[in-house]
Structure formats: C-alpha cells, structure tokens
C-alpha cells in the first residue's frame, strides 16, 4: 500500500500559477502511476492529469491541457502538478491517488487504490 498527502493549494489570482505536490510513503511509489483528480462543489469528481510510473509518459484533461504539466520525483517520492494560467474554474479540491498500474488508462475512479486527503485551490480576485 502507499499512503498519499497533498500539499501547496492556496488562494490565487486570475492568470496566476500553483504547483501542487503529492507525497507518498510506501515501496510500491516508483512502479504505480499516479493521477490527479479535482472535486469542485456540487460537481463529480473528475481526473485532470496522469503520469505513468516512471514519469515519461503523461496525459491530460482537455480542460488543462497547454495549462497543467505533471511531473515526478522517484527518488523523492513525490508528484507534482504545476498549474499555470489558473481559471476561476479550475477551483476546486485537487487529490492525487495512486493507479493500480504502470500506465495511465483514463480516470475510472474505481482504478485507483490510494487517495490523499485532498488540497483546496481557489482561483479568485
């Protein structure tokens, strides 16, 4: 199992950038690919971004896509979501979860094992 924590949300500006980190704990980090996944009120939950396990393959949402860019750290076991040209629409609650495999394959909720608590991201003025 692998544990996962979120972290760099905050409260940004129309245009402005956030880079959001998912930490893991556990052996299984560098052999499972990791998604990320935002929950806006009211709405479903919907994925935004995956990264294959070793970080060379990555695909994205439409809705980010020129915007977002996922990366990862092996060696530090962490994931990162840089997000730049931040939309009042992209606020939300931002998790990261782990697939239960290599490669990414779309964002079937049910396909990731392991789910941080979340982080809060609020693109206001």
């Known amino acids: 199992q692998v544990q996962l924590v979120e972290s760099g949300g905050g409260l940004v500006q129309p245009g402005g950038s956030l880079r959001l980190s998912c930490a893991a704990s556990?052996?299984?980090?560098?052999?499972?690919?990791i998604g990320w996944f935002r929950q806006a009120p009211g709405k479903e939950r919907e994925g935004v971004s995956c990264?294959?396990?070793?970080?060379?393959?990555?695909d994205y949402a439409d809705s980010v896509k020129g915007r977002f860019t996922s990366s990862r750290d092996n060696a530090k076991n962490t994931v990162y979501l840089q997000m730049n040209s931040l939309k009042p629409e992209d606020t939300a609650v931002y998790y990261c979860?782990?697939?239960?495999?290599?490669?990414?394959?779309?964002?079937?909720?049910?396909?990731?094992?392991?789910w941080g608590q979340g982080t809060q991201v609020t693109v206001s003025s």
């Open positions: 990264i294959s396990s070793s970080g060379g393959m990555s």
């Open positions: 979860a782990a697939l239960l495999g290599n490669y990414c394959s779309g964002y079937v909720l049910s396909d990731f094992g392991s």
């Open positions: 556990g052996r299984l980090f560098s052999i499972l690919a």
